[in-house]
């Protein structure tokens, strides 16, 4: 692969994952890899959850989505939005940020 990740370094407690076809195209892709700690499909309020290993498009594999369970805000790729967080709170995914729940 063309990135390199700290696995999961941003996964504060097993959560539950779904499995989605990956897109032919994203604008989180870098170098044609969607990066595991993304907020998918964007950093706002239509997230539905955050890819859980890099992903490259070009090989169109599955993408792993966490849905539910709690993650370090401050270990994610970009610090999710405001909208992301209320979005995926709804959905039982809750972020962490030096001890406090956001």
Request: aromatic content about 4%; hydrophobic content about 50%; cysteine-free.
């Given at each position: 692969m063309s990135l390199t990740t700290q696995k999961n370094a941003?996964?504060?407690?097993?959560?539950?994952?779904?499995?989605?076809?990956?897109?032919?195209?994203?604008?989180?892709a870098v170098n044609g890899v969607i990066p595991a700690g993304?907020?998918?499909?964007?950093?706002?309020?239509?997230?539905?959850?955050?890819?859980?290993?890099d992903t490259e498009l070009a090989e169109k594999q599955g993408?792993?989505?966490?849905?539910?369970?709690?993650?370090?805000?401050?270990?994610?790729?970009?610090?999710?939005?405001?909208?992301?967080?209320?979005?995926?709170?709804?959905?039982?995914?809750?972020?962490?940020?030096?001890?406090?729940?956001?």
């Amino acid at each position: 692969m063309s990135l390199t990740t700290q696995k999961n370094a941003w996964l504060a407690e097993k959560g539950f994952t779904i499995a989605l076809d990956a897109p032919a195209t994203s604008a989180l892709a870098v170098n044609g890899v969607i990066p595991a700690g993304s907020i998918y499909p964007a950093n706002d309020a239509t997230a539905k959850g955050i890819v859980v290993n890099d992903t490259e498009l070009a090989e169109k594999q599955g993408l792993a989505l966490m849905i539910k369970g709690v993650a370090y805000s401050n270990k994610l790729p970009a610090i999710p939005a405001a909208a992301a967080i209320t979005a995926l709170k709804a959905n039982g995914l809750l972020f962490v940020n030096n001890g406090a729940v956001l």
